[in-house]
């Protein structure tokens, strides 16, 4: 009975103790890899864009003081920023970029402080394209990152869909009509829209154009009652379908060596990657069939 008295007292003292505890503020640890970085300009429009650029990079976490590096960004001219970065009161790195502005010098600046502070590559300075609607209509835009010097580029009220870089940059493709749309190419830069003339069917999009081949544009066309993938060849003026699929050859992507790619192999309910040969038209089923349905691939060169 002693025993049994003496184990319900411990009850009694050890259930509130549990009911009462105070874990405290629970922490959860994110990326231990990002650093913390103070960012400053004499400039205002500078350290604005600089600001917006650094917190929206993942390695970094914007500090008014006491971060890992100091970046210091001053204007240098009309289009050129000279960047500073210090370490514990010393200066580590300067350097002055120069841009098409004063906007692309600094985001150019940036990315020197991202790849001297990080070893990453910085993607500050590139740029986009992109459907736009600001107008009511569907046009083609371009513009930094950070939708600075935003150009619309299209005004013809037509349907424009999936604009796509040329290798080098200078160019973009794009499908444009409605309902049957057409390939235009125009340079990036703003000037004429010229018409791929395919020739080969009423209904020509989803282009990709070949980093390896730059002469070679891969895209979905119309073709019966349904969808083959084909080759526009820029130098010879020339297309041709490639694929044979029993219904639908869509969405198609250059590999690597400008001769292969990789298209989606649709039917009424089924979806399945292959890689094609655009010179023989061999197609090879890359996604098993245990996968289930696959499709809209995106490919990386090595």
Known sequence: MQN????LLALILVVPVFAQRDIGVVDVQGDTQVMGITVSSSSAELQNLALQAFNAHGRYRLLASGG???????PAGASAVTVTISRGGSVAHTQTVSGTSLRNALLKAADVAVNRTSGLKGWFAGKITFVGERTGKTEIY???????????????G???????????GSRLVFASGNPTPQLHVMPATGGTMTRLNTNVSRY???PDWSIADPNKIVFTAAVGRGYQSAVFDLKSGTSKIVTKAPTDAIEPVWLADGRHFICTF???????LYIVDSES??????????????????????
């Not at 049994?4 to 184990?7: A, E, P, S, W």
């Not at 037509?158 to 080098?168: C, E, F, H, N």
């Not at 061999?282 to 060169?301: D, E, F, H, Q, V």
Request: glycine fraction near 8%; proline fraction near 6%; charged fraction near 20%.
């Open 266 to 272: 649709r039917g009424a309910n089924t979806k399945a």
């Open 158 to 168: 037509k349907q424009v869909i999936g604009p796509r870089w040329s290798p080098d």
């Open 204 to 206: 020509c999009a989803e």
């Open 68 to 74: 890992t590096y100091a970046v210091n960004f001053a």
């Open 281 to 302: 038209g061999k197609a090879t089923r890359l996604s098993p069939t245990a996968m289930g349905n696959a499709g809209n691939a995106s490919y990386l060169a090595p």
């Open 142 to 156: 371009t513009s930094d990152v950070f939708f600075g010097e935003l150009v619309k580029w299209t005004s013809d």
């Open 4 to 7: 049994l008295f003496r184990l």
